[in-house]
């Protein structure tokens, strides 16, 4: 039993210290990996030390050994020489866990200490009730500090004592009138005239702002989809890579390589058809004025030259804010029903039920492909301009190249905004509003009527300013006349008449406040 037991512990002893040599040659080997990657100069002997000790203590066929004494020496001074890497160890996970845990305990406190706590975890309630809360305010606010005696209702209340019945706005509107003759006459003096409501520098100002904004719009619109159009014929070249695009095409491409929702396929689309339409706008432009110079003294086709003028000055209204969005904005709904109503007053190929057909055919196929090309633009300007966001600064001055990349968003801005140029909607609402009467659906004669009114202002306009040598106030009335202009010589007003009324309003309210106050 004693042998036995000697054997074991004798066993036990042997396997025990192959245990720890193994462990400290691992160890050893560890760390001289860790000092061959700081370059920590080691000792050729201590070196060579180490690896033969690692290669006894991983070697299948060596024996186990027993440990020697003067080992001790020689890990007393690798010891020292490890040392200074004890500072690179890490800690363990468990350490950092706790260290995490502490941490979010900490941050939580310090959040609900503050408050931050109850708006980050229960948002959704708090928006909710501080939407109504300020709701309520507002509305008690209203019914508190409204003036009981407020002037619209003491006319409201006047007005419906005196229709007695009959449904009539009394006397309101009784002094203003519809111009006959379309107030050509007023055209004369009306650059300067005060009753405008806006004055001639505002017009100079207005004018300006087109132009330039055309001339940057156009150089804009040419240069971005030039680049992305030499940029997508290389990219389909095949044999060709990416590396000789700018800098702008290639952060596109490689954005956009694995969406399938917008591509480079996408963006030739969108470049082609802005390019065309900057095109097609320029070339109209002139057109149209070449008309104008062309015809303007014929005796027999002036309607041309005068029709053009204002078509020429509307395309430089248009290159101010065009952009393949534009495209989008003709399918808005009102637009839409508008344009179908003249397209089908006024058909290309006669009234008959070919040409019927075929205007219906064309109108369809030609607003789904505005839809269509409008779609893909916003797609395509939106991955554009994040490109030129997050691109970094270039060789240029900083300043120059962060102008830039924020002229894109602008661009894009500016170009979202004239997808629907209220202007134009107001102004063609106001010419239908004449032409077609109480009817919103204007027909073929009322279409013919509005085309050659506003050929006769063009021609008044012409007559009044370009032939007595005031090209300038020609220029920018072309430029510049909008619905408001047009509202200013549609409607006729009897300035007397109106100041009576109104003093009669102010008498009646003073009788009216008097009276209650009375009360």
Same mark, same amino acid.
């Given at each position: 039993m ?7 512990c ?10 720890f040599?193994n ?11 860790a000092?061959d ?7 050729? #002997? ?8 690692a290669?006894?203590a991983?070697?299948?066929?060596q024996? @186990?050994?027993a440990?020697?004494p003067w ?13 200074p890497l004890a *500072?690179?160890t890490?800690p363990e996970?468990a350490?950092?866990? #706790? ?5 979010k ?6 959040? #609900?200490?503050?408050g931050?706590?109850w708006v ?6 708090l928006? $909710?009730?501080g939407?109504? *809360? ?5 509305? &008690?606010s209203?019914?508190i500090?409204?003036d009981?005696?407020k002037?619209e209702?003491l006319m409201f209340?006047?007005?419906h004592?005196?229709?007695r019945?009959n449904?009539?706005f ?7 009138s ?9 055209l ?5 005239d005060?009753?405008m ?7 100079i ?7 330039i904004?055309? $001339? ?8 971005v989809?030039?680049? *992305?159009?030499?940029?997508a014929c290389?990219?389909f ?5 990416t590396g000789p695009l ?5 952060r ?7 969406m ?8 030739a ?5 802005e ?6 706008l320029?070339?109209?432009?002139f057109?149209?004025a070449m ?7 014929s005796?027999?086709?002036? +309607?041309?030259?005068? &029709?053009?003028?204002?078509q020429?000055?509307?395309a ?5 804010t065009?952009? &393949? ?6 399918v808005?709904?009102f ?11 006024? @058909? ?5 039920? $070919?040409?019927?057909?075929f205007?219906i055919f064309?109108?369809?196929l030609s ?8 779609l ?6 939106? &991955?554009f ?6 691109q970094p600064?270039e060789n240029?001055?900083?300043w ?13 801005l ?10 134009d909607?107001?102004f063609s609402r106001i010419?239908?509003?004449i ?6 659906m204007v027909?073929?004669k ?5 085309e050659?009114y ?19 106030e +020609?220029f920018?009335?072309?430029?510049t006349?909008?619905?408001m ?8 007003e009897?300035? $007397?008449?109106?100041?009576?009324r ?8 003073t009788?009216?406040?008097? #009276?209650r106050?009375?009360?």
């Amino acid at each position: 039993m004693n042998g036995v037991h000697e054997d074991d512990c004798c066993r036990s002893k042997t396997q025990g210290e192959i245990g720890f040599e193994n462990g400290a040659d691992c160890l050893l080997q560890v760390r001289k990996s860790a000092l061959d990657s700081i370059s920590f100069p080691l000792p050729a #002997s201590v070196s060579h030390g180490i690896a033969a000790d690692a290669h006894e203590a991983h070697s299948p066929t060596q024996k @186990p050994r027993a440990w020697r004494p003067w080992e001790a020496a020689n890990m007393s001074r690798v010891g020292d020489l490890l040392a200074p890497l004890a *500072i690179l160890t890490m800690p363990e996970e468990a350490a950092l866990a #706790s260290l995490h845990e502490k941490l979010k305990l900490h941050q939580r406190r310090f959040r #609900s200490a503050l408050g931050v706590f109850w708006v980050t975890d229960y948002w959704e309630p708090l928006l $909710i009730l501080g939407c109504l *809360i300020l709701v309520v305010c507002f509305a &008690a606010s209203q019914e508190i500090l409204m003036d009981e005696s407020k002037e619209e209702r003491l006319m409201f209340d006047w007005l419906h004592q005196q229709e007695r019945g009959n449904h009539e706005f009394v006397e309101v509107l009784d002094y203003m009138s519809i111009d006959p003759h379309g107030g050509l006459q007023k055209l004369e003096n009306m650059v300067y005239d005060p009753d405008m409501g806006y004055s001639w520098e505002y017009r100079i100002a207005t004018c300006l702002g087109r132009v330039i904004g055309a $001339i940057f719009n156009v150089v804009f619109l040419v240069v971005v989809n030039t680049r *992305i159009m030499y940029g997508a014929c290389a990219y389909f070249e095949p044999g060709h890579g990416t590396g000789p695009l700018p800098t702008d095409m290639q952060r596109y491409m490689s954005y956009t390589s694995g969406m399938a929702l917008v591509g480079v396929r996408h963006a030739a689309l969108v470049a082609v058809a802005e390019l065309g339409g900057t095109v097609v706008l320029v070339t109209m432009a002139f057109y149209r004025a070449m008309i104008f110079f062309l015809k303007r003294r014929s005796q027999t086709n002036r +309607f041309d030259a005068f &029709a053009s003028v204002f078509q020429s000055a509307h395309a430089v209204f248009m290159l101010s804010t065009f952009s &393949a969005l534009k495209l989008f904005g003709v399918v808005y709904p009102f637009v839409l029903m508008q344009d179908f109503a003249e397209q089908r007053a006024k @058909p290309f190929f006669g009234h008959g039920r $070919i040409g019927m057909s075929f205007q219906i055919f064309y109108f369809v196929l030609s607003r789904l492909m505005c839809f269509v090309v409008g779609l893909c633009a916003f797609g395509v300007k939106v &991955a554009f301009v994040c490109v030129y966001l997050f691109q970094p600064v270039e060789n240029l001055h900083p300043w120059l190249s962060l102008a830039w990349r924020w002229s894109h968003l602008l661009n894009l801005l500016v170009q979202t905004m004239g997808a629907l140029v209220l202007e134009d909607l107001l102004f063609s609402r106001i010419l239908n509003f004449i032409a077609g009467g109480t009817n919103f659906m204007v027909n073929e004669k009322a279409i013919v009527m509005r085309e050659v009114y506003m050929a006769r202002v063009a021609q008044v306009i012409y007559e009044e300013y370009w032939t007595k040598h005031r090209r300038l106030e +020609f220029f920018v009335l072309l430029t510049t006349f909008n619905d408001m202009d047009l509202q200013h010589l549609l409607l006729d007003e009897d300035a $007397i008449e109106k100041e009576k009324r109104l003093d009669d309003y102010h008498s009646v309210l003073t009788q009216v406040k008097t #009276s209650r106050n009375l009360c």
